[in-house]
């Protein structure tokens, strides 16, 4: 099993362009969640998903778009970058309510 | 949501035990603690997990107050690949969600 994927690992835009970082999950799991870090700060939540075609939003939406569209997917799109979404994004997907969390490993997004 | 209070650094000597507190005053009935740790910008990776009674694992002890207001995190015998900032998170139920809502952590640096 590889566990959470996380694709790209680094990406560098421009503000205003757009990109989609995908989630991947092997584990058959239902709930997956986006957190983005910024330096010296906890995991914020942006948008989360309790199962297949189902999305909803966290503490920190504004400017991002998720999609679900099947099980082991769960993406995440940028539609026009701003310097305020540089990051560090981390994906993350559990099985059942309160089990623990399997993190994927980042990926740095800069925007310049 | 209930939130966690967490010194924001400690230290604790290799081999030792480090004892990580946290407090959580507003817990609700059904809320449950859980800890992770995030190694050096790594996706956090679960430690252990309760509700009211002690638990333990092969990573760590975890002891919650009868009021259950706070609780300790321990690591028996720290070692220098312990170093991490640790998460102490209050698990928000809503409905069929498992929203985390991190917060800043502890520091903790093993020293050899």
């Known amino acids: 099993n590889a566990g959470v994927t996380q694709t790209p690992k680094f990406r560098v835009l421009k503000t205003g362009q757009s990109m989609t970082l995908l989630c991947a999950q092997d584990?058959?799991?239902?709930?997956m969640y986006w957190y983005r870090q910024d330096p010296g700060m906890g995991l914020r939540l942006i948008h989360y998903?309790?199962?297949?075609?189902?999305?909803a939003k966290g503490e920190v939406p504004d400017g991002y778009n998720v999609s679900r569209l099947k099980k082991q997917n769960f993406l995440l799109g940028l539609e026009s970058a701003a310097p305020s979404q540089t990051s560090v994004y981390f994906c993350?997907?559990?099985?059942?309510?309160?089990?623990?969390?399997?993190f994927g490993s980042g990926t740095q997004l800069s925007v310049l | 949501d209930a939130k966690t209070t967490q010194p924001t650094s400690m230290d604790c000597a290799e081999g030792r035990a480090a004892n990580l507190p946290c407090n959580h005053s507003?817990?609700?009935?059904?809320?449950?603690v859980y800890w992770y740790r995030q190694i050096h910008s790594q996706g956090p990776q679960y430690i252990i997990h309760?509700?009211?009674n002690n638990e333990t694992n092969e990573m760590a002890s975890l002891i919650i107050t009868e009021d259950r207001k706070s609780s300790t995190l321990i690591l028996p015998h720290a070692t220098l690949r312990d170093t991490a900032v640790y998460y102490c998170?209050?698990?928000?139920?809503?409905?069929?969600?498992?929203?985390?809502?991190f917060g800043t952590g502890t520091l903790l640096a093993v020293q050899p």
């Open positions: 507003t817990i609700s009935g059904n809320e449950y």
């Open positions: 998170i209050v698990r928000v139920a809503t409905g069929a969600t498992n929203k985390l809502i």
């Open positions: 993350a997907s559990t099985g059942q309510a309160n089990e623990k969390l399997f």
């Open positions: 998903s309790v199962g297949e075609g189902t999305t």
């Open positions: 584990m058959n799991h239902e709930y």
């Open positions: 309760g509700l009211k």
